[in-house]
């Protein structure tokens, strides 16, 4: 069996390229069918630019994941203004490389990482099944449901929270 090497490590600068095409592959693929593609695309060029990025490694936490030193997938984690609270505002995969366990060290180096962290939240777009079911295979649990105005489109929006507790520090 082959085995790839995985690197999880902070965003550099260099790293915005490669982050903003696996936003948008990740975006295409996840969203087909949900989302209408223009507004994929209006969202994509806005959160995805240069100077978006660079506040994004400036204000927040953005780790990527490396396979044979090319990278496939990014986290992102925010700080809430409760104290211990944590929102996980991106964490997206190449297709390619979904179902091997890279999402879930994305999640876990952020855990390990964030060290007053005492809840993860996330949204998900309730039609997401590949999202929603990953944070519930991690143990987030759904708090809340609401739609959401996206662009125009009405997203059917689940919150999940997950609870690290102080004697576990990764999840599964």
Do not use: C
């Not at 204000?59 to 396979?67: E, F």
């Not at 060290?105 to 993860?120: K, P, S």
Request: aromatic letters at 10%; proline letters at 2%.
């Amino acid at each position: 069996m082959f085995v790839l090497e995985l690197t999880i490590r902070t965003m550099k600068h260099s790293d915005s390229k490669a982050v903003k095409h696996i936003a948008e592959t990740t975006w295409h693929a996840t969203y087909e069918g949900i989302i209408p593609e223009e507004i994929q695309n209006n969202f994509l060029r806005m959160a995805y630019n240069e100077s978006r990025l660079k506040s994004r490694m400036e204000r927040s936490l953005v780790y990527v994941a490396l396979v044979d030193d090319t990278i496939v997938g990014f986290a992102n984690y925010v700080h809430l203004k409760n104290a211990g609270e944590v929102e996980l505002s991106a964490i997206y995969l190449l297709p390619k490389v979904q179902g091997e366990g890279i999402g879930t060290a994305l999640l876990n180096h952020g855990i390990r990482e964030i060290v007053d962290m005492r809840y993860v939240y996330i949204n998900v777009e309730r039609d997401n099944e590949i999202g929603t079911r990953f944070y519930e295979a991690k143990g987030f649990t759904v708090v809340d449901e609401f739609i959401e105005n996206f662009d125009g489109h009405d997203l059917q929006t689940v919150r999940m929270v997950l609870d690290i507790s102080p004697r576990k520090k990764a999840v599964e």
